[in-house]
């Protein structure tokens, strides 16, 4: 049996790699120590540069053909089902964003004068400099995807979705293949960076202080949901999450929602959802409902803003709320789809560098199977809930 090491673990080696070699070449040599540190930061300006080009493709091969797909198929059924899988998805992440705002900044500041993102590139410059410009902006890819899915939808043109389908294969076969693997090799380089400027501490604790607000955050959510779910059903909440609890355990081990999805079926059912609609709605929530993702991603953000300094007032966060609400809807089914297909929001609308970004995915990568197994546990719920709204249907 072939032996392979899960993402999560990658990056975890990757990071503990970067920081022990961050501290360990300059006692060495200090002139190999700064090579070195600028052949990690060439790797890292060519993968972001590859990663950005690829962002808006990846915006319109997703969603696009997943507006068309919703726009058939059951009326009412599926519409009450986007409707509470994206109405789950915002409430989640108000809920991270006005506990991360409140919590976060007690115990985060910017530790100095630079940016954590501007003494990652201070330390390391490439070697070269290489273009790799987008065909369009994020917002123009959303809004063609928008105008090209609803349209597919009203025209029922199954040429033009069976095009897309293809290329959402395309992909996510670049996501999986290249993108995907090469990501520790490039949370490596910018660790490498923090670990020569010794911002790396700073770093390592919001890791710790994140990542515990994150699960307490999964449990909230899920209780809600539950809750909701329950009070619908004159079921306890409580019982209802124990008989989701093999759909989380699932979900951890195998960081997808669409491996989990047998589980998440038969649990769905013990919970009383009716067979019609846990059939219809377990598959659908697996690709549509993301509010654990939603969650980490909102905290994480947030996180990475404070030790940056930036804007988190609600006023300017909102807005991207409510896209990333949309974004989830379509990310690639793969471990770390989610955080991929939010590089080009994170970028846009809240200004992220290149090295936030990556902070941003190594932070959410360490929690990234639980919030998988929030999704999947949550889906039980909102079959729930669709199934009490859609009786008569």
């Known amino acids: 049996m072939k032996f392979k090491l899960g993402l999560i673990w990658r990056i975890l080696i990757a990071i503990v790699l970067a920081i022990g070699l961050g501290l360990l070449l300059p006692a060495i040599h200090e002139g190999f120590a700064h090579w070195f540190v600028r052949l990690a930061a060439t790797f890292n300006m060519l993968f972001g540069g590859f990663l950005n080009f690829i962002v808006p493709l990846i915006i319109i091969a997703f969603i696009a053909p997943s507006i068309a797909k919703l726009g058939k198929g059951s009326g009412k059924l599926l519409g009450l089902s986007a409707a509470f899988a994206y109405g789950s998805t915002i409430i989640a992440g108000l809920l991270a964003y006005f506990t991360a705002t409140a919590l976060l900044p007690n115990f985060i500041h910017q530790s100095t004068d630079t940016s954590v993102a501007e003494g990652a590139r201070a330390a390391g410059v490439a070697f070269f400099e290489m273009e790799m410009d987008p065909i369009m902006g994020v917002m123009s890819a959303l809004l063609i995807a928008f105008v090209l899915g ?178 989830m809807i379509a990310a690639p089914g793969v471990p770390g789809g989610a955080v991929v297909a939010a590089t080009g929001l994170l970028s846009t609308m809240l200004g992220f560098s290149d090295a936030m970004v990556a902070l941003m995915i190594a932070l959410y990568m360490a929690q990234d199977s639980f919030g998988t197994a929030t999704n999947v546990t949550g889906d039980g719920a909102l079959a729930m809930i669709v199934d009490r709204f859609t009786k008569k249907v």
């Open 150 to 327: 609803i349209g597919m939808a009203s025209i029922n043109g199954k040429t033009m979705l069976s095009f897309f389908d293809e290329l959402n294969l395309i992909v996510e076969k670049v996501i999986s293949v290249i993108i995907i693997p090469l990501l520790p090799f490039h949370i490596f380089g910018i660790f490498l960076n923090m670990t020569y400027t010794g911002e790396v501490a700073n770093v390592l604790s919001v890791f710790v202080l994140v990542f515990v607000m994150i699960i307490l955050l999964h449990l909230v959510m899920l209780t809600l949901q539950y809750t909701t779910a329950g009070t619908l059903t004159g079921r306890n909440p409580f019982v209802l999450m124990k008989t989701m609890a093999p759909a989380y355990m699932t979900a951890i081990g195998t960081q997808s929602s669409a491996a989990t999805i047998p589980v998440t079926l038969r649990q769905s059912k013990e919970t009383g959802t009716s067979e019609r609609v846990a059939n219809f709605t377990v598959p659908l929530f697996a690709t549509i409902h993301l509010s654990g993702s939603t969650i980490t991603i909102v905290s994480c953000s947030i996180g990475v803003m404070l030790m940056n300094g930036m804007d988190i007032s609600f006023g300017s966060y909102l807005q991207f709320i409510f896209m990333l609400g949309v974004t």
